[in-house]
């Protein structure tokens, strides 16, 4: 199985803030707290716990987002039954699948300087611009 990664709780995390003003976004990010509820509830100051308040205080800030993902990362090796509830998580929203991890993420101040490519299984070549040059 693949490990649970920083990234890609991001790219979740950007995915569900994202889409906060839709039902989907705002259901996603009550499944998550409670998945850390369940968890951590009785210790309230638990690094995922104040993880959670401070993202919630502050909807869709990077930072908080990075500090979250680096707290349930850091429970979930620790914790094979957290893992599996933060893997469905994932899962549920579209940030894990069946044969495979993907994270494309692109956030805060990113400066780009050329294509960008975010994919997962790529079968042949990605040329840009003119692929025969005179």
Request: hydrophobic share 45%; charged share 20%; net charge neutral.
């Amino acid at each position: 199985m693949d490990p649970i990664t920083a990234p890609m709780v991001v790219g979740a995390l950007t995915k569900v803030f994202s889409g906060t003003a839709e039902e989907v976004g705002r259901q996603a990010w009550t499944t998550l707290t409670g998945v850390v509820r369940r968890a951590f509830g009785g210790r309230e100051r638990s690094r995922p716990m104040r993880a959670v308040a401070e993202l919630d205080r502050h909807p869709g800030d990077p930072a908080r987002m990075e500090a979250l993902a680096a707290a349930l990362v850091a429970a979930a090796d620790l914790d094979p039954d957290f893992a599996a509830d933060l893997r469905g998580w994932l899962a549920d929203t579209g940030a894990v699948r069946a044969g495979g991890a993907v994270t494309n993420v692109i956030t805060g101040a990113a400066t780009l300087h050329g294509p960008v490519i975010q994919a997962r299984d790529i079968h042949g070549g990605i040329t840009y611009g003119d692929p025969n040059p005179r």
